[in-house]
């Protein structure tokens, strides 16, 4: 390690490492409400509507093919400039879309560029906070995209009453990828001199001396430099013993061949994953289109969604503390406890007498339950992914998640076709109690409890 380096300090880094993720986390709060509502209105049955709004999680997905690969090949910020980039051609062609299918492919086209720009910024925490802090930091990552959509709605309110057009909020995340880009272009790359957690001189000889073979996925921080105690190494090789650190120092490791190196935590823990980026994926469409089938405005829409982001948003720090201080286990189960039996109770309030209340007091319970969930998906990969070439194993584990994420929208909508949007919402409730079990089973044996005397 050059004498240069140094290891991270948060608060020097904050605006480079968070003020990008929060102008893209606005643009996308800004439009993804109204994306049920904008299909609409080109003509879009209530079925379609939904798998157009499906196509950002399934976007997202095949984003994460490439993605792990983009950034282990030209770096966080780059990814980041590129991804932005995209982002602004995608919608320009959602404002001008004509159709239906035009908007759908606009709305996928975000969805990759998205998948690059989250794991780019994941990949970058990951590898330089210190673990006695981690869940806290990614909670504040998570916090930050929470911000973007609490604010992001708001905005589009405000210019949809000014314009009359639910298209025009589309603007929104113009600008905001345009001032991304020019953060990151202007502002230092916070990557620059920073050394990754324990990359001392003494490990930095263990690493040399076992950089050409596999090992545990955090093995990084694992070696014989390590100042973690015996036993607690011990007991995290063992925890994470099924996961090799496929990647060497001048490779960029496929996606498939990572999930194959690392199927065994990622059948497991993973479809954990997946239930979750599945209840919030759901969450997402589900409120917007439940919206529409009882007639509630644009405007209103956007509005009642962006208060149940403020309280999304509130609890970040919160989930940050309970997986620090209690384990990850305790904000994982209660989360999607709370996400399942709301989706549950949402399938029986669609035809009383005062459905909107009932619609704004569940999308209020469906914020409280996701916020204490915040950042969970990017610490657990933070845990399991190898500290020197995480890009690779993220990208494998955003894929999981993000599978979840691009079929439950998808399975929405088709059980919506054939049913009801109430049973599609009660369908997806029981699968989120089901991810509670297997959160509860799993997260003990690939990501225990470390308790903080012994960071």
Do not use: K
């Not at 995608?90 to 492919?105: D, E, H, M, N, T």
């Amino acid at each position: 390690m050059s004498n240069t380096q140094r290891p991270l300090n948060l608060r020097s880094i904050a605006l480079t490492a968070f003020l990008p993720t929060l102008l893209f986390s606005v643009g996308e709060g800004a439009i993804i409400p109204l994306i049920p509502l904008v299909a609409n209105d080109l003509g879009a049955t209530l079925a379609v509507a939904g798998v157009i709004a499906a196509m950002i999680m399934f976007g997202e997905l095949v984003g994460d093919i490439p993605s792990g690969w983009i950034v282990a090949r030209i770096g966080e910020r780059n990814s980041m400039i590129y991804a932005s980039l995209v982002t602004i051609g995608a919608v320009i062609i959602c404002i001008v879309a004509p159709s239906p299918l035009v908007l759908g492919l606009g709305i996928f086209l975000i969805g990759i560029a998205t998948a690059v720009f989250a794991l780019a910024r994941h990949a970058f925490m990951t590898s330089y906070v210190p673990l006695v802090y981690r869940a806290r930091a990614l909670s504040t990552l998570g916090g930050v995209f929470r911000a973007g959509w609490f604010v992001g709605p708001f905005l589009s309110a405000a210019l949809i009453h000014l314009t009359g057009s639910t298209q025009a909020a589309f603007w929104v995340f113009i600008v905001c990828c345009v001032l991304a880009v020019a953060t990151l272009v202007i502002l230092p790359d916070p990557t620059r001199g920073l050394a990754t957690p324990g990359a001392g001189p003494a490990r930095a000889g263990s690493e040399q001396a076992g950089s050409g073979r596999s090992g545990p996925s955090r093995a990084g921080s694992e070696q014989a430099g390590s100042e973690r105690s015996g036993s607690e190494q011990a007991g995290s090789e063992n925890a994470a013993s099924a996961l090799p650190d496929v990647a060497t120092s001048g490779t960029a490791a496929g996606l498939f061949q990572t999930i194959r190196a690392h199927r065994g935590v990622l059948v497991r823990l993973g479809t954990g994953a997946a239930l979750v980026g599945a209840m919030r994926a759901s969450r997402t469409v589900m409120l917007p289109l439940w919206a529409v089938s009882i007639g509630v405005s644009a405007p209103d829409t956007a509005l009642i969604i962006g208060i149940a982001g403020g309280i999304d948003f509130l609890l970040f720090y919160v989930s940050g503390q309970i997986m620090d201080r209690f384990g990850r286990i305790w904000s994982a189960v209660p989360s999607m406890i709370g996400l399942g039996l709301g989706h549950v109770a949402l399938a029986f309030t669609h035809d009383l007498p005062s459905t909107v209340g009932w619609f704004i007091g569940v999308a209020m319970f469906l914020a409280l339950a996701n916020g204490i969930g915040s950042g969970l998906l990017m610490t657990l990969g933070a845990d399991l992914a190898p500290q020197r070439h995480p890009a690779p194993f993220l990208g494998a584990w955003r894929f999981t998640a993000d599978f979840g994420s691009a079929a439950a929208p998808l399975a929405v909508a088709g059980i919506t076709a054939l049913a009801s949007l109430s049973i599609a919402s009660g369908i997806i409730g029981v699968f989120g109690l089901f991810g509670a079990v297997l959160l509860g089973r799993y997260i003990p044996r690939f990501a225990p409890h470390r308790p903080r005397s012994l960071l």
